[in-house]
């Protein structure tokens, strides 16, 4: 496939990686930041410009990436999608409901596949955790804990993400948006929101932390914490059914070496049979969840962490920044 990349900093980079890895073709990349799209477009043997326009008229494109700040996702992707476009567009995919849903309508009218970049998703420990749910080692769930966080860095509250008007919010939209998506891929939809936001640290009008209480129809409920407060960075998992747990911590690099372990309940219960699995590698997420949407795309179907799924991550943010007074 050939495709256009519209945003060509750290994810774009990443992006345009797993595409050369996966022996698909780099046509064009595009950055308001000229230097920086020529820099890709160099790298990967496709051509530059700071119009995304351009990009998306640009000869031969079959997908594009939108991997901007917040403010501009939706609206390129929409734009994406109306020149007959499939799209990958990174999480969460707007600052709001209203822009993701209009995400969702573009590509209901041109039937074309819409991916969202929850990366996560595609982290070893999360794939074999869905295949240890979906085998039923852990029998029905039950409820799931997840906390995530870093500590930012100096000068972090002049950064875009803790500007509202660009990035919709604070940590609840940054990485608490993975936390909902990922509770949200196990349990299902969730029907009764509570959450709180505080700022606790950092000089921003959004928040640096957020604390999330959500449960689906039949009872099962997550509880999530996101922190731009966590002075040592963490991402910690559980997901607890009747006959066993499972426990996932680190995603690599400074968040530490990627792991799962498994813990059966035995009939006489007590300590349980444990299983873990390590994975030290550098991350891989980034090319499967690629890899992905581009099977998505061959094969006519849903992709894995799609614009609907993206609607409902959106809809319980929304929910909680409406009940926090924001």
């Not at 969460?92 to 990366?119: D, F, Q, T």
Request: hydrophobic residues 45%; charged residues 25%.
């Amino acid at each position: 496939m050939r495709f256009a990349i519209i945003g060509c900093g750290l994810i774009g980079a990443k992006r345009a990686d797993a595409i050369a890895g996966l022996r698909h073709q780099l046509v064009v990349a595009a950055d308001l930041d000229r230097g920086r799209a020529d820099v890709l477009a160099a790298r990967y043997g496709g051509r530059a410009t700071d119009d995304w326009r351009a990009a998306l008229a640009a000869d031969g494109v079959d997908a594009v990436i939108v991997a901007t700040a917040h403010d501009a996702l939706s609206a390129i992707a929409v734009g994406a999608l109306e020149a007959g476009k499939h799209v990958l567009v990174e999480k969460p995919a707007g600052r709001n409901l209203s822009e993701v849903e209009a995400i969702a309508a573009a590509a209901a009218r041109g039937g074309k596949i819409v991916k969202v970049g929850y990366n996560h998703r595609f982290h070893p420990s999360i794939l074999k955790a869905r295949s240890l749910v979906d085998a039923g080692e852990l029998g029905p769930l039950m409820f799931v804990r997840g906390r995530y966080g870093h500590g930012g860095r100096i000068g972090y509250e002049q950064e875009w993400r803790l500007k509202r008007d660009i990035s919709g919010g604070g940590e609840l939209i940054d990485q608490g948006s993975h936390l909902i998506d990922l509770a949200h891929w196990f349990l299902g939809d969730f029907t009764a929101v509570f959450g709180q936001t505080r700022n606790y640290f950092w000089a921003a009008d959004t928040e640096d932390n957020a604390f999330l209480t959500l449960s689906t129809s039949q009872g099962a409920v997550a509880w999530l914490h996101a922190s731009w407060t966590e002075w040592k960075n963490m991402f910690s998992f559980e997901i607890y059914g009747r006959d066993g747990k499972i426990e996932i911590n680190g995603l690599g690099g400074s968040y530490g070496i990627e792991s799962l372990a498994l813990y059966k309940m035995l009939p006489q219960m007590g300590p349980p049979e444990t299983t873990k699995w390590e994975w030290p590698f550098p991350d891989v997420s980034w090319r499967l969840e690629t890899a992905e949407f581009i099977d998505a795309i061959g094969e006519g179907r849903r992709a894995i962490g799609d614009i609907e799924d993206a609607a409902h991550t959106m809809s319980v943010i929304d929910q909680v920044y409406r009940g926090s007074g924001q």
